[in-house]
C-alpha cells in the first residue's frame, strides 16, 4: 500500500496538465498557425539575379543624407568606420579589389552580388529599428554606399532593373570548394 501511494502522487501532478491539455480545444493548444499576412511579412528574400527587388529608385545624393541620418552613428561618417562596422574599402573611382582578409570580408566590397546588399540593408537595417526602410531609401542607401566604394558612379540611379546588373569588385573572387574542370565562370556550387 505504502508502495503504490508512493506512486500516486507523481502520477496525479503528472495527470493533471496532460487532462487539461487534452480538454483543450485545439490538440495541444501551443502556438496559433500564422496568417498569410505574417508569413509575409518576412518572406521577401532577394535572389542573386534580382528578380524579386520591388520597384523603386535612389541615387548616390538620396542615399548620403539618409545615411547620415539613420546609419552613420553606427557605421561613421560615410561608412568609414564607426563604433561598429565598416562598410566601405576602397573610394570613389577606385574599387577595393582585395585580397580580403579577416575583418575585410565584412566590407560590401566582399559580396558577390549587388542584389545580396540591398536584401541585407532591407532585411536588417538600421539594427535599432531593422524592417523601416522604404524600398527608394534601400535603394537610395545601396547607391551610397556603391558609389563610396567605388562600385558605381555618383550619377548612377539605382533601380530594380539596374541593380542587379552592378558587377561587385569581387564576383570572381571566390572559388568552389570542389575544384570543377574546366572552370565556370558561374561558381558550380550555384
Ligand atoms: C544601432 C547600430 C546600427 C545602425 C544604426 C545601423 N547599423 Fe548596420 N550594422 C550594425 C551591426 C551591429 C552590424 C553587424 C551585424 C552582424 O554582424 O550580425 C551591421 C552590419 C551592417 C551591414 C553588413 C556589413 C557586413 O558585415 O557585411 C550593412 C551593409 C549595414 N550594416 C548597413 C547599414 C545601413 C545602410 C544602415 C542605415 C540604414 C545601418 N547599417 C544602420 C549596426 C547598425
Same mark, same amino acid.
Given at each position: 500500500?505504502?508502495?503504490? $501511494? /508512493?506512486?500516486?502522487?507523481?502520477?496525479?501532478?503528472?495527470?493533471?496538465?496532460? $487532462? =487539461?491539455? =487534452?480538454?483543450?480545444?485545439?490538440?495541444?493548444?501551443?502556438?496559433?498557425?500564422?496568417?498569410?499576412?505574417?508569413? /509575409?511579412?518576412?518572406?521577401?528574400?532577394? +535572389?542573386?539575379?534580382?528578380?524579386?527587388?520591388?520597384?523603386?529608385?535612389?541615387?548616390?545624393?538620396?542615399?548620403? =543624407?539618409?545615411?547620415?541620418?539613420?546609419?552613420?552613428?553606427?557605421?561613421?561618417?560615410?561608412?568609414?568606420? +564607426?563604433?561598429?562596422?565598416?562598410?566601405?574599402?576602397?573610394?570613389?573611382?577606385?574599387?577595393?579589389?582585395?585580397?580580403?582578409?579577416?575583418?575585410?570580408?565584412?566590407?560590401?566590397?566582399?559580396?558577390?552580388?549587388?542584389?545580396?546588399?540591398?536584401?541585407?540593408?532591407?532585411?536588417?537595417?538600421?539594427?535599432?529599428?531593422?524592417?523601416? $526602410?522604404? =524600398?527608394?531609401?534601400?535603394?537610395? $542607401?545601396?547607391?551610397?554606399?556603391?558609389?563610396?566604394?567605388?562600385?558605381? /558612379?555618383?550619377?548612377?540611379?539605382?533601380?530594380?532593373?539596374?541593380?542587379?546588373?552592378?558587377?561587385?569588385?569581387?564576383?570572381?573572387?571566390?572559388?568552389?570548394?570542389?575544384?570543377?574542370?574546366?572552370?565556370?565562370? /558561374?561558381?558550380?556550387?550555384?
Amino acid at each position: 500500500m505504502r508502495c503504490s $501511494l /508512493k506512486l500516486l502522487v507523481p502520477v496525479i501532478f503528472l495527470a493533471v496538465p496532460a $487532462l =487539461a491539455l =487534452a480538454q483543450s480545444s485545439s490538440r495541444f493548444n501551443v502556438g496559433t498557425p500564422l496568417s498569410q499576412q505574417e508569413i /509575409k511579412s518576412f518572406d521577401f528574400m532577394i +535572389g542573386p539575379d534580382g528578380k524579386e527587388l520591388p520597384p523603386g529608385h535612389g541615387s548616390p545624393k538620396d542615399g548620403s =543624407a539618409i545615411f547620415a541620418k539613420r546609419c552613420q552613428v553606427c557605421h561613421g561618417q560615410n561608412g568609414e568606420g +564607426g563604433a561598429i562596422r565598416r562598410l566601405v574599402l576602397g573610394s570613389p573611382g577606385n574599387p577595393f579589389r582585395g585580397p580580403f582578409r579577416d575583418n575585410e570580408k565584412s566590407a560590401l566590397s566582399y559580396y558577390p552580388y549587388a542584389t545580396v546588399v540591398w536584401d541585407y540593408i532591407n532585411r536588417a537595417m538600421p539594427a535599432s529599428n531593422p524592417g523601416s $526602410l522604404t =524600398a527608394d531609401e534601400v535603394y537610395s $542607401l545601396v547607391a551610397f554606399l556603391f558609389y563610396r566604394n567605388g562600385i558605381i /558612379k555618383e550619377t548612377d540611379v539605382l533601380d530594380e532593373k539596374t541593380l542587379p546588373k552592378v558587377e561587385m569588385p569581387n564576383r570572381h573572387g571566390f572559388v568552389p570548394d570542389i575544384p570543377v574542370y574546366p572552370p565556370e565562370p /558561374k561558381p558550380s556550387w550555384w
